[in-house]
């Protein structure tokens, strides 16, 4: 009885915590999105009139596919270089290149400093006359190459991208290191018995051994870049400067529901139905690559 | 053809030595079983051979073709690992066709291949399961069926029984002394098992301490073992040593009285080192009979056999086969006489065997 009464006593604060915080605001976006707004008091129940108007009306269409193309290519930017990245790190520390021991530590520090510093660091380093890449460019000769990074629409986005990869990279390293620490050494032993060729034992043997790591690197990089807010809001502003070439879908939304600098343009309506739109589109996919990857993981 | 030479081959890891200087020569097809207790460097010995770990010093050839620089899979060389180590995301046919796809064999040939080898291990209705799916046993078959589709000219085979139950054991091993008969390759086989060794081999290589002790046939390291460790180490139950002082023709033990033998092994040592089989020994309840007098500590009986273990005068504790029929309560004074042709003598300063 007691015992019971400890675990009630034990759930029950989060379990309420979670509902006011996260459930509540969820099942609230999803009522407000039917609603037209004026600033924050709510007006008469409009039906679908707010999705319509994100997805089928000028200006919003425009923006909502802009925005939501630049998510689809954050994540595969991300995918390539993040997880790409991250594996290749894995399996070199893995196999104890020289350095292994200092990677190792060095590749996760960046994934414990706060999104805020590593924005404003990457602003610092990207600035267009004291930033030290241009001045490490024009240092080496090659200052052809130094550019206004986050200040054109070709490189701007690419520059987040950048930024948020050495940001982030320790932790998909860190898993796939895991998954590759779990493959006994003399599996390894019956590979080189048989080729030795780095290429065939990573992708006959290591990469489907780790698959069931990637699932989750997968699904929260996908979650992650289709939610991705912090970064490009501190480097790039919340109107996705310039001229829209860095804005996503979470920016967008924010700028949607609350107004952008000016404080114009504040459409609560519109703004809960894009939320709606990226949680389903979010949870449909995230859901269905969970599903499909789970089939493929192996039992070692 | 796969005739092996070693010479001098050393292994260090840091500063620790592991094999100071191994020589063997080992003949085409023979089946050669590395033998000792754990860390005497047998495993070691067999990863440098695979190529899996590098030589520090001396040279390893095949036919005459240096190897020491050749990677492990153009050595044509396969090996069954001790785990099994296989691939557990391929069925049993993918686990066997992995390797022969990579040799760059021809489709026909690679089926032809595994098709000959399912037959011979009794794979055929296990083609499609995954290891996870197989027992023990099967998984080792599979191991073995990975090794033979390479048609390897030298198949190593570290432990491979001792993951497997004490039934499935005996099972297995007749398994693979069938396969070498049939197959014929070089075969070499790690155990620490000496009576693995014992039915398995052509010729056990006897290592202790990162040395070989001994190499030769069961036969030879049974009737003839160069020093005390092997004389100890095959054989069960085990050889005793007795610590015996030499007048003339007289072996004194202490503090159990002496033995009275025709002849000697010549050398004017004093000190010597009798080792004796259970086999060698009889024991009498008669007190007055000549030999070492001792006393019974208890009975082994074990249906066929019954084993008398006798606490000698210094202390030592000797096995004797004994008659079924021998009835002896512990503590019962005994006395152990030795059959003269079955001594086996040893200095005592070095421990290596005096000619007889």
């Known amino acids: 009885m007691a015992r019971r009464l400890w675990i009630t006593a034990l759930i029950v604060p989060p379990l309420a915590f979670v509902a006011l915080f996260v459930v509540y605001p969820i099942i609230s976006a999803f009522a407000y999105a039917f609603f037209q707004w004026h600033g924050l008091a709510r007006g008469e129940f409009v039906g679908f009139a707010n999705f319509y108007k994100v997805l089928f009306t000028q200006p919003y269409a425009d923006w909502t596919v802009n925005a939501f193309t630049h998510n689809v290519l954050v994540f595969f930017a991300l995918m390539v270089l993040q997880n790409g990245i991250g594996f290749l790190l894995a399996y070199c520390v893995w196999r104890e290149l020289p350095g292994a021991a200092f990677h190792r530590i060095a590749v996760f520090l960046p994934v414990v400093l706060s999104t805020i510093i590593v924005g404003f660091l990457f602003k610092l380093f990207l600035h267009p006359l004291f930033g030290v890449v241009n001045i490490s460019l024009r240092g080496t000769g090659l200052g052809w190459l130094a550019q206004p990074w986050l200040g054109q629409g070709s490189t701007a986005l690419w520059s987040l991208i950048i930024a948020n990869a050495w940001h982030m990279v320790g932790f998909p390293t860190l898993v796939f290191l895991a998954g590759m620490q779990r493959i006994p050494g003399e599996i390894l032993d019956a590979v080189r018995m048989e080729t030795e060729s780095e290429w065939v034992k990573i992708s006959k043997v290591v990469w489907p051994l780790v698959a069931p790591s990637a699932t989750v690197v997968f699904t929260l990089l996908f979650v992650g870049s289709f939610n991705w807010f912090e970064l490009p809001y501190i480097m790039a502003g919340v109107d996705g400067s310039p001229h829209k070439s860095t804005d996503v879908l979470g920016l967008y939304f924010y700028r949607t529901a609350f107004g952008d600098q000016s404080g114009s343009g504040q459409d609560f309506g519109a703004g809960s139905a894009l939320a709606v739109l990226i949680f389903v589109f979010i949870a449909v996919f995230a859901g269905f690559i969970t599903f499909r990857l789970r089939k493929r993981e192996i039992q070692i | ?356």
């Open chain 2, 1 to 356: 053809m796969a005739r092996m030479t070693l010479s001098g081959i050393k292994k260090s890891f840091n500063t620790t030595d592991v094999l100071h200087g191994i020589d063997l020569e080992i003949a085409d097809k023979e089946f050669i079983v590395f033998v000792g207790p754990s860390g005497c460097g047998k495993s070691t010995l067999l990863r440098l051979i695979a190529g899996l770990d590098n030589i520090s010093a001396g040279e390893f050839r095949i036919d005459d073709h240096r190897m020491n620089e050749v990677a492990p899979s153009r050595r044509g060389i396969a090996m069954v690992f001790q785990s099994y180590a296989l691939y557990p995301h391929m069925d049993v046919y993918e686990n066997m066709a992995f390797g022969v796809r990579l040799m760059g064999l021809e489709k026909a040939e690679i089926e032809q291949r595994i098709d000959e080898a399912s037959k011979m291990l009794r794979l055929d209705p296990l083609l499609k399961r995954k290891p996870r799916e197989l027992s023990g046993g099967q998984r080792q078959r599979v191991a073995i069926g990975r090794a033979l589709v390479r048609k390897p000219k030298v198949l190593l085979l570290d432990e491979p029984l001792s993951n497997l139950d004490a039934a499935l054991r005996s099972d297995v091993r007749l398994e693979i002394a069938r396969l070498h008969r049939e197959i014929g390759g070089t075969t070499i086989y790690v155990t620490h098992d000496q009576v693995e060794a014992m039915t398995l081999a052509d010729r056990i290589v006897v290592m202790n301490n990162g040395k070989v002790e001994q190499f030769g046939s069961p036969r030879e390291l049974y009737e003839r073992p160069a020093n005390t460790f092997v004389a100890t180490f095959i054989g069960s139950p085990r050889m005793a040593l007795l610590d015996v002082e030499r007048s003339g023709n007289n072996l004194a033990l202490a503090g159990s009285g002496s033995l009275t033998l025709g002849k000697l092994p010549a050398g004017g040592e004093r000190e010597l080192v009798i080792g004796v089989r259970p086999d060698a020994l009889t024991i009498k309840t008669d007190a007055s009979a000549e030999g070492f007098k001792g006393s019974v500590i208890y009975t082994e009986y074990l249906g066929d056999n019954t084993f008398v273990y006798v606490r000698l005068g210094d202390g030592t504790l000797v096995s004797v086969r004994a008659d079924d029929a021998i009835d002896l309560k512990p503590d019962a004074p005994v006395t152990i006489q030795v059959a003269p042709d079955a001594i086996h003598y040893f200095s005592r300063s070095t421990r290596e065997r005096l000619a007889a």
